[in-house]
């Protein structure tokens, strides 16, 4: 008998599930990202990584005020586990970024100078990333002193309140802190397309400086603020022009290095204080392979001695051992030295600004304006609405007995209050309120005492409305807030401020292994550095399809690069900064290192050995520039030379010259000319556009620039010309050996 065939299941989609739809849907990119992506970008911007003028991001300030209503300001501590799950009600994230949020704002961790949280137990720390904290439901936290700041005023009215994630409760905007919180909390935020990295700053610097600047707008910033402060402490190398630009800016980097003794019986050096930007794990890592490598040879050994006493990192010396050059070398090689790089980007009115020190002020000291307006404002209401009530009774103390005769005599409760009204000339508030005085206090005494204070309310009203109609005295209001800030919280500076001036470093030469290497450069960009030995055990050179070997030349690991790219531009590089490769590899890719701007692209690469020589550069409309090799010399760590060349035409070789030497020019035409480089002045400025070389037809150009000995050619009389510009001769077929016409030929 044949089986029957099972009956076909029809599949249907739910058209109200996204994702599942039978066709493919096309779309266009720019559509894409304004619907899909866009949204999500700002939402992480505005939500979640950028600090606004209050110095919080939303974490932390759902974190703070969770806690102010546990009562946690006031009240003891309570276990962490207990305001991380209160904290849930605001923050929908987890509870596991709530709680390392509160880590990070505990005096425990020390990862703030002005710490929020008052903490108890392991918090871990902020120098070490294997020094873990303990999960919440073993540590302790309440609100630090310090929060009366943040809070003392949130029930004036402020600030605005808005709904939660799920519209169950409200959560203040803003915390309408007394101080510019947003310099002295140090905060970290990588968001979608920006980031954000402020540096802390000593709070009571801070407001002495907020102070001066109320009183003078074109206050020196740095004379009360000299430079940001950790609390890691360490040092700062100080440069006055570095730091005002970062303060001008908002941008920049300084460098912070640790701070050490030499214990001589011992032979140790002891390291105590490490910058902000680092841990004691990165700094023993680093030391490890340094030593490992043969770089640090003076170092017998290091270790971890950081205890409840703080931190201590032991570095045994070697007998015979300077610990100057040691820590010298520690500095330049290692974290022990490191750059904080700045980048005050602050969310204004839910746009993110890039702003100096200057304009943070501005902006903070309008906004706690606005702030004490409302404030004032409120204050104000409630005193006109109290002063409303008592000259209401004011009015019942001229006849008491006719008012309980008004009250005894209603048939109704309904119409108390409109016989009040209506037999004192009352509104309804001040009828209201006549109305429920209780029995006991309708006597003459209780209604003349409060009736007293009419003259006090009504002073206090013209002051307050007096305050609202001056800036000067709401500024004066906020320079007594912030005296007062001073004298309740001293904070000494914990971060030293060294002249980078006094600084001693050693030569980068000593610290530099230094031995032959083989460079080579790809038409597409592509760089390697290869030692002999590597080069003499490895095969074929690997290169992308398409792409081929540009130049290849011998130089030093200690030497430096100019690589000159097609818009007029030249960058400088170590060869120490790239590391050693294989044949195999490609490479790395130059405009990506380099950080060059899009669509730039690597012409050529020279070798500037000590700027003693002269550099010949050929355009395509024939002429050529004879530049003096220390016009591209830089006394700074400049990385980028700008209007290195002429632009008048593009650039079509580039040739190192250590004396006179013979070159060939080709045009596009087959002609060829020969000419000594002695007919060329030697210029230094870079721009220079240069002299007429190469006579050329309409629509030709030069084609290629060969030394004499590389170029093949035979009859070297027949192209040699005795004064320029010249339009040289066709090549005959002798001379037309296939030669790779490279951009520089050393």
Same mark, same amino acid.
């Given at each position: 008998?044949?089986?029957?065939?099972?009956?076909?299941?029809?599949?249907?989609?739910?058209?109200?599930?996204?994702?599942?739809?039978?066709?493919?849907?096309?779309?266009? %990119?720019?559509?894409?990202?304004?619907?899909?992506?866009?949204?999500?970008?700002?939402?992480?911007?505005?939500?979640?990584?950028?600090?606004?003028?209050?110095?919080?991001?939303?974490?932390?300030?759902?974190?703070?005020?969770?806690?102010?209503?546990?009562? #946690?300001?006031?009240?003891?501590?309570?276990?962490?586990?207990?305001?991380?799950?209160?904290?849930?009600?605001?923050?929908?994230?987890?509870?596991?970024?709530?709680?390392?949020?509160?880590?990070?704002?505990?005096?425990?961790?020390?990862?703030?100078?002005?710490?929020?949280?008052?903490?108890?137990?392991?918090?871990?720390?902020?120098?070490?990333?294997?020094?873990?904290?303990?999960?919440?439901?073993?540590?302790?936290?309440?609100?630090?002193?310090?929060?009366?700041?943040?809070?003392?005023?949130?029930?004036?009215?402020?600030?605005?309140? &808005?709904?939660?994630?799920?519209?169950?409760?409200?959560?203040?905007?803003?915390?309408?802190?007394?101080?510019?919180?947003?310099? $002295?909390?140090?905060?970290?935020?990588?968001?979608?397309?920006?980031?954000?990295?402020?540096?802390?700053?000593?709070?009571?610097?801070?407001?002495?400086?907020?102070?001066?600047?109320?009183?003078?707008?074109?206050?020196?910033?740095?004379?009360?603020?000299?430079?940001?402060?950790?609390? =890691?402490?360490?040092?700062?190398?100080?440069?006055?022009?570095?730091?005002?630009?970062?303060?001008?800016?908002?941008?920049?980097?300084?460098?912070?290095?640790?701070?050490?003794?030499?214990?001589?019986?011992?032979?140790?050096?002891?390291?105590?204080?490490?910058?902000?930007?680092?841990? &004691?794990?990165?700094?023993?890592?680093?030391?490890?392979?340094?030593?490992?490598?043969?770089?640090?040879?003076?170092?017998?050994?290091?270790?971890?001695?950081?205890?409840?006493?703080?931190?201590?990192?032991?570095?045994?010396?070697? !007998?015979?051992?300077?610990?100057?050059?040691?820590?010298?070398?520690?500095?330049?090689?290692?974290?022990?030295?490191?750059?904080?790089?700045?980048?005050?980007? %602050? +969310?204004?009115?839910?746009?993110?600004?890039?702003?100096?020190?200057?304009?943070?002020?501005?902006?903070?000291?309008?906004?706690?304006?606005?702030?004490?307006?409302?404030?004032?404002?409120?204050?104000?209401?409630?005193?006109?609405?109290?002063?409303?009530?008592?000259?209401?009774?004011?009015?019942? #103390? +001229?006849?008491?007995?006719?008012?309980?005769?008004? %009250?005894?005599?209603?048939?109704?409760?309904?119409?108390? *209050?409109?016989?009040?009204?209506?037999?004192?000339?009352?509104?309804?508030?001040?009828?209201?309120? &006549?109305?429920?005085?209780?029995?006991?206090?309708?006597?003459?005494?209780?209604?003349?005492?409060?009736?007293?204070?009419?003259?006090?309310?009504?002073?206090?009203?013209?002051?307050?409305?007096?305050?609202l109609e001056s800036k000067r005295r709401i500024r004066s209001i906020i320079i007594r807030e912030l005296k007062e800030i001073i004298r309740k919280y001293p904070s000494p500076r914990r971060t030293g401020i060294v002249a980078a001036e006094s600084v001693t470093m050693l030569p980068t030469e000593d610290l530099v292994p230094d031995y032959p290497v083989q460079l080579f450069l790809s038409r597409e960009g592509?760089?390697?550095?290869?030692?002999?030995?590597? #080069?003499?055990?490895?095969?074929?050179?690997?290169?992308?399809?398409?792409?081929? #070997?540009?130049?290849?030349?011998?130089?030093?690991?200690?030497?430096?690069?100019?690589?000159?790219?097609?818009?007029?531009? $030249?960058?400088?590089?170590?060869?120490?900064?790239?590391?050693? =490769?294989?044949?195999?590899?490609?490479?790395?890719?130059?405009?990506?290192?380099?950080?060059?701007?899009?669509?730039?692209?690597?012409?050529?690469?020279?070798?500037?050995?000590?700027?003693?020589?002269?550099?010949?550069?050929?355009?395509?409309?024939?002429?050529?520039?004879?530049?003096?090799?220390?016009?591209?010399?830089?006394?700074?760590?400049?990385?980028?030379?700008?209007?290195?060349?002429?632009?008048?035409?593009?650039?079509?070789? &580039?040739?190192?010259?250590?004396?006179?030497?013979?070159? *060939?020019?080709?045009?596009?035409?087959?002609?060829?000319?020969?000419?000594?480089?002695?007919?060329?002045?030697?210029?230094?400025?870079?721009?220079?556009?240069?002299?007429?070389?190469?006579?050329?037809?309409?629509?030709?150009?030069?084609?290629?620039?060969?030394?004499?000995?590389?170029?093949?050619?035979?009859?070297?009389?027949?192209?040699? *010309?005795?004064?320029?510009?010249?339009?040289?001769?066709?090549?005959?077929?002798?001379? !037309?050996?296939?030669?790779?016409?490279?951009?520089?030929?050393?």
């Amino acid at each position: 008998m044949p089986r029957k065939k099972a009956p076909e299941i029809k599949k249907t989609v739910d058209p109200n599930v996204v994702g599942l739809k039978a066709e493919v849907i096309s779309q266009p %990119i720019t559509e894409t990202l304004e619907q899909n992506y866009m949204p999500y970008a700002m939402s992480v911007i505005v939500s979640r990584a950028i600090p606004e003028i209050d110095g919080f991001k939303p974490s932390h300030r759902k974190l703070l005020y969770t806690m102010y209503k546990m009562n #946690l300001l006031s009240g003891g501590r309570t276990k962490s586990a207990n305001i991380v799950g209160q904290t849930m009600r605001l923050n929908p994230h987890g509870d596991a970024a709530i709680y390392e949020t509160m880590v990070r704002l505990s005096k425990g961790y020390g990862a703030l100078l002005t710490p929020f949280v008052d903490s108890k137990g392991n918090f871990g720390k902020v120098f070490s990333r294997d020094m873990s904290y303990a999960a919440s439901r073993y540590t302790e936290a309440k609100l630090a002193p310090i929060c009366a700041e943040l809070f003392g005023d949130i029930d004036s009215d402020t600030v605005d309140f &808005v709904d939660n994630y799920d519209g169950s409760m409200k959560e203040p905007a803003l915390l309408p802190t007394r101080f510019p919180n947003v310099l $002295v909390s140090a905060n970290l935020g990588i968001a979608v397309g920006m980031a954000s990295q402020i540096c802390g700053f000593n709070l009571e610097e801070v407001c002495r400086t907020t102070i001066a600047y109320l009183e003078d707008p074109n206050h020196d910033l740095l004379s009360t603020l000299p430079a940001p402060d950790f609390p =890691t402490g360490g040092e700062i190398l100080y440069d006055r022009s570095e730091m005002a630009q970062i303060y001008r800016t908002g941008r920049g980097s300084f460098k912070v290095r640790a701070r050490w003794r030499h214990l001589p019986k011992e032979n140790i050096i002891e390291i105590y204080e490490i910058p902000y930007s680092t841990t &004691v794990e990165a700094v023993i890592d680093k030391v490890a392979e340094l030593v490992k490598a043969g770089k640090l040879r003076e170092v017998a050994d290091m270790r971890d001695e950081t205890d409840l006493s703080g931190l201590k990192l032991a570095i045994d010396l070697k !007998r015979g051992a300077d610990p100057e050059q040691v820590m010298q070398k520690l500095f330049r090689l290692t974290p022990l030295c490191d750059s904080f790089a700045c980048n005050f980007n %602050i +969310l204004i009115a839910g746009n993110p600004r890039v702003m100096g020190v200057g304009e943070i002020l501005d902006e903070w000291t309008s906004w706690r304006m606005e702030c004490i307006r409302r404030r004032v404002f409120f204050d104000l209401q409630k005193k006109r609405a109290k002063l409303h009530l008592l000259q209401g009774l004011g009015k019942i #103390l +001229l006849d008491i007995d006719r008012a309980i005769a008004i %009250i005894r005599n209603t048939e109704r409760e309904a119409d108390v *209050v409109p016989n009040l009204m209506a037999g004192f000339g009352l509104d309804e508030v001040q009828a209201n309120f &006549v109305a429920e005085i209780k029995l006991r206090n309708i006597n003459r005494e209780y209604i003349l005492k409060r009736t007293a204070e009419t003259d006090a309310l009504e002073k206090d009203i013209a002051d307050l409305e007096a305050t609202l109609e001056s800036k000067r005295r709401i500024r004066s209001i906020i320079i007594r807030e912030l005296k007062e800030i001073i004298r309740k919280y001293p904070s000494p500076r914990r971060t030293g401020i060294v002249a980078a001036e006094s600084v001693t470093m050693l030569p980068t030469e000593d610290l530099v292994p230094d031995y032959p290497v083989q460079l080579f450069l790809s038409r597409e960009g592509y760089f390697k550095k290869i030692t002999p030995q590597s #080069l003499r055990m490895s095969g074929e050179q690997k290169y992308k399809d398409g792409d081929e #070997l540009s130049q290849s030349f011998g130089a030093t690991n200690r030497g430096e690069l100019l690589i000159f790219t097609d818009r007029q531009q $030249v960058y400088k590089a170590k060869l120490c900064d790239f590391a050693d =490769t294989k044949a195999s590899v490609l490479g790395v890719y130059l405009p990506t290192v380099l950080s060059m701007d899009d669509e730039e692209h690597v012409l050529c690469m020279v070798d500037p050995g000590d700027y003693r020589g002269e550099l010949l550069l050929v355009f395509e409309n024939g002429k050529a520039a004879r530049v003096e090799l220390s016009a591209y010399e830089t006394k700074t760590n400049r990385k980028k030379l700008v209007n290195a060349y002429s632009d008048k035409s593009p650039l079509v070789a &580039v040739l190192v010259l250590d004396g006179e030497a013979d070159i *060939v020019c080709r045009a596009s035409d087959d002609r060829a000319l020969v000419f000594n480089t002695s007919l060329l002045a030697s210029k230094t400025s870079r721009a220079t556009q240069g002299v007429g070389v190469m006579s050329l037809k309409a629509k030709r150009v030069v084609a290629g620039v060969q030394r004499l000995e590389e170029s093949g050619i035979q009859n070297t009389a027949r192209y040699r *010309v005795r004064s320029l510009p010249a339009a040289g001769a066709l090549l005959k077929p002798e001379d !037309r050996e296939e030669q790779q016409l490279s951009l520089l030929e050393e």
